[in-house]
């Protein structure tokens, strides 16, 4: 797939305007045409370039954090050795998954949505655009947003004190300069998430020393990178079934995890602990990888082959926990006294995430109070029309929920174009309890989860973090269930929009939308 900025011309109106071109567009492209072969559509994305994500990120070691027989699409399996797969590799994979279902002459880059404007007099969105050939407009039946939830312009500014005294050089890894040279320096990196422990192991083999920085832990588990499984399955199977039954595996044990630590965090937390135990001293674990909360109140991090492990024990690599105090010319000064010395200061303390991409939706002349709309199925709006967007798990790979959203959506557009239907709207119903659409107490989701919509307390509004349960909710998924269709060219009273949702939410600490079991039938849905 080409990465020039495209130079077609902007259709004026389309059937379906999907935006961003990352996993969760091309994806839902795919399936949407897929269904209705005959319908006209457009995929922008506000980058030069496609992949989205993958593209974006460029820092030492960038890599997936879940396994790729789940973050890959189902209509077309994974085919690389690493299970657990370098950002490049993955980047190359999303660009030919384009190029192969035509999707990648369907899109156009360099074009941002600022907002979006919906008319019942005439059933359609009219998209505003900031394009490098200036501001432009695109009318839509049905919107589509694959543009996730972070922000690709901004990112979290702690507010460290005193960066300017600092005699070296401070990073975020989202903006990586491709030009530092970090060989035979001292390098601290501030955090100790998913990025963390991927920059620091990747950053240890050419510098003089680096440190991990954290205010608190977080669990950390291997992973191998080469599923020694799956190479004993490509022996005997072709791709599609080495993929079936990879996800199948794999799900099992995500599943597993995810729901012990809901019902019995105390054994999730031994299986962690006693998983890092076999490569690191316990004095090491106690101090600086014994979070202070349960298993999954924030995302698990991939360590593959223990490579973190592995420059710990070699020295090449130290945690240090406690709380920044300020920046001071020589490194880091903690609140305790201590100072981290360092020649760059690699602040991975989180991305910013911004709803819905930030666009403005404006339906019939009102602008759309986001935070306090329900979700529904966790994938369109109450009393907004023709927009769905792709919400992904916090708990398991991106994909595996994407691909049912998209699968869903094609379904209901296929579903309106069969029945002549211009206009599909939810309605919530009355006495919904609220709750946060993404159930983690991470300080990045923290931050800024009141401004997003919220799920209910009851089908087809809640939003559980479980793939199976998933799965089969949405193959029996009625469309018409708490949805208000209005035929095509209609003329009527204003949409209906249902019960508002309270803005406040109290910090997410149970999930109540876990399911109570995994039968068989369950686990074979996914197969």
């Not at 390098?187 to 680096?210: D, F, L, R």
């Not at 490569?279 to 101090?287: M, W």
Request: one cysteine or more; aromatic letters at 8%.
């Amino acid at each position: 797939m080409t990465n020039e900025p495209r130079t077609r011309e902007l259709p004026e109106r389309v059937d379906v305007l999907v935006v961003g071109a990352g996993l969760s567009g091309i994806g839902a492209a795919h399936r949407i045409i897929e269904a209705n072969p005959d319908i006209e559509l457009a995929l922008v994305e506000a980058r030069e370039v496609t992949g989205g994500t993958w593209d974006l990120f460029r820092y030492p070691g960038v890599r997936s954090d879940s396994d790729m027989f789940t973050l890959s699409f189902p209509f077309r399996p994974w085919t690389g050795r690493k299970a657990i797969a370098d950002g490049a590799d993955i980047l190359d994979y999303i660009r030919e998954t384009a190029d192969e279902t035509g999707v990648a002459e369907l899109v156009h880059t360099g074009c941002r949505v600022s907002s979006a404007s919906w008319s019942s007099e005439q059933q359609e969105w009219t998209v505003d655009l900031d394009t490098s050939d200036g501001p432009r407009q695109v009318r839509a039946g049905f919107v589509h947003l694959g543009s996730g939830y972070y922000d690709y312009e901004q990112t979290h500014d702690p507010g460290f004190e005193g960066v300017e005294d600092f005699a070296g050089q401070v990073i975020h890894p989202q903006f990586w300069p491709q030009d530092l040279d970090h060989a035979g320096k001292r390098v601290v990196v501030i955090g100790s998430g998913a990025t963390a422990v991927t920059v620091v192991p990747a950053m240890a083999g050419t510098a003089a020393h680096v440190t991990m920085l954290q205010r608190t832990p977080s669990y950390v588990f291997d992973q191998p990178s080469v599923d020694p499984f799956v190479q004993l399955l490509r022996r005997h199977f072709g791709p599609a079934t080495v993929q079936s039954v990879t996800r199948v595996k794999n799900l099992g044990l995500q599943t597993f995890l995810y729901q012990l630590s809901r019902r019995r965090p105390t054994a999730a937390k031994k299986i962690v602990q006693g998983n890092l135990s076999r490569f690191l001293p316990r004095e090491i674990i106690d101090e600086h990888f014994d979070p202070p909360y349960d298993v999954w109140d924030q995302r698990l991090c991939a360590v593959p082959d223990g490579d973190l492990y592995a420059q710990i024990r070699r020295g090449a690599v130290s945690v240090v926990t406690g709380h920044v105090d300020r920046f001071v010319p020589e490194g880091v000064r903690l609140t305790d006294g201590r100072v981290v010395e360092a020649d760059i200061v690699v602040t991975a303390t989180g991305l910013l995430m911004k709803a819905l991409g930030g666009i403005r939706f404006v339906v019939d002349g009102a602008q759309v109070p986001l935070a306090r709309r329900f979700a529904y199925r966790g994938l369109m709006l109450a009393g907004v029309p023709n927009v769905t967007m792709t919400v992904g798990y916090v708990n398991a790979s991106w994909t595996l929920r994407a691909d049912l959203v998209s699968r869903y959506v094609a379904a209901l557009v296929r579903h309106m174009r069969d029945r002549g239907l211009g206009v599909a709207v939810p309605v919530a119903p009355d006495g919904m309890t609220a709750g946060p659409i993404l159930d983690l107490t991470s300080g990045y989701v923290q931050r800024v989860i009141s401004q997003f919509p919220k799920v209910g307390d009851r089908a087809p509004w809640t939003m559980p973090q479980n793939y199976i349960k998933d799965t089969i909710a949405f193959r029996r998924a009625d469309v018409t269930r708490d949805m208000h269709f209005v035929p095509v060219g209609a003329k009527g009273a204003p949409l209906p929009v249902g019960a508002q949702a309270p803005q406040e939410l109290p910090l997410p600490g149970s999930s109540s939308n876990l399911d109570d079991s995994l039968g068989d039938r369950a686990l074979e849905s996914v197969r």
